[in-house]
């Protein structure tokens, strides 16, 4: 093969054709090098590589001096942090040279920063999961510092693992410009920088992934047209909610609305007074409409104006609590007219104290099914 190598002209395009070719010659002699031997027989007895997964493994690390590491010692310290054999071969397929980092004065001190933030056990593991690429960067030129801004930015050391506990690429290398350049245009919006926190935390990835100019039409939608101004209080839950939600999920829910004969001016009312009323999924969204308007007789407007009614459980809350008032009312055991939505708004222990209680012995059955269902959720025994 390399007789027919040199028989082309070392020109143009076929100048490439032959350093492709030297390329890909060279790593497969580099596969079968001595010391490749040692790193293919460790990835075979000490993680259950298959001999092709890891020759192609050692493919990878060819240019390192493989026969003075001690892969051993790297495995052991990992499975004593709580990783299983499954999670570093996942690693070891994917980024082979990890294996290779040196324990004692690499991995070590920064895995102890981690702890000493508040990470630990399964969490822990999570983020070295997640987040490989940190260990190949400085402690002090770079772990240190990304560690520091988050706090400064999200006010707390629990603030911090919250977030990277949910999205450890927030300590990746391009993150920290991505989420400044979010930030200052969540200023430029009015936020406060506990808003800024809370946001973040609540959902890290977003203001990872996410693009200024993504994040600012969210921004100019909410308060252009769907109608709620920025110094509003409902303008943050409106950014936290459409934020998580593409374009095409929320026109799905509108065409739910709308089939159910919801104007535009209904939907928005709605949304204006309780954002949270869009994370309903598409099922939940049918099935409370469903009951309200087709079972109980409510309307759009009636609806629009009541939007608690679609932010709890229509199963464990809704429908339970209704039964409950339609026996209440047929005994007559309550003598004023108490709505819906009234009790719907109450805790569980309010509800329990305020109409099941006083009436416990004339309707026992209500009762004790009710007091079963609060047990069976690990509510504190009234």
């Known amino acids: 093969m390399l007789t027919r190598i040199s028989k082309l002209r070392i020109n143009g395009g076929e100048r490439n054709l032959f350093c492709n070719y030297f390329l890909n010659y060279s790593t497969n002699l580099a596969a079968v090098q001595p010391q490749n031997h040692l790193f293919i027989g460790c990835l075979e007895r000490l993680l259950g590589f298959s001999r092709e997964e890891a020759i192609s493994a050692a493919g990878k690390v060819q240019y390192f001096k493989l026969y003075k590491k001690d892969i051993g010692l790297f495995i052991s310290y990992f499975e004593n942090l709580g990783l299983d054999k499954t999670q570093m071969k996942t690693i070891a397929s994917s980024d082979p040279k990890f294996l290779l980092t040196n324990v004692e004065k690499t991995l070590k001190p920064k895995i102890r920063v ?24 400085g402690l002090d030129s770079f772990i240190r510092p990304r560690i520091e801004y988050l706090r400064q930015l999200l006010g707390s050391d629990k603030g911090v693992v919250l977030a990277i506990k949910k999205f450890p690429r927030l300590l990746d290398f391009y993150a920290q410009t991505r989420i400044q350049a979010n930030v200052v245009l969540l200023k430029k919006f009015g936020w406060r920088d506990e808003q800024i926190a809370k946001f973040i935390i609540r959902n890290p990835r977003r203001i990872f992934i996410h693009k200024p100019d993504w994040i600012e039409d969210v921004l100019q939608r909410i308060e252009n047209d769907y109608g709620i101004p920025r110094e509003s209080p409902m303008f943050y839950y409106a950014v936290d909610v459409l934020s998580l939600l593409g374009k095409e999920n929320i026109e799905r829910k509108l065409e739910i609305l709308r089939s159910f004969g919801w104007s535009d001016a209904d939907i928005w009312r709605m949304f204006r007074s309780l954002p949270v009323t869009f994370n309903m999924s598409v099922d939940r969204a049918r099935k409370s409409l469903d009951f309200f308007m087709n079972e ?7 609806l629009a104006s009541h939007p608690k009614l679609f932010s709890v459980s229509l199963d464990r809350r809704v429908k339970r609590r209704n039964e409950v008032l339609k026996i209440l009312n047929e005994r007559k055991l309550i003598k004023r007219k108490t709505s819906l939505h009234s009790i719907v708004c109450l805790p569980e222990l309010k509800f329990v104290k305020r109409y099941l209680l006083p009436h416990k012995d004339e309707i026992p059955d209500v009762y ?9 959720r690990k509510f504190a025994k009234l």
């Open 114 to 137: 981690l702890e000493e933030l508040g990470l630990s056990g399964s969490d822990l593991v999570k983020v070295i999961i997640g987040c490989r690429s940190v260990f190949s960067r």
């Open 296 to 302: 109980l007789g409510y309307d759009s407007g009636y």
């Open 368 to 376: 004790g099914s009710y007091i079963e269902m609060l047990e069976d």
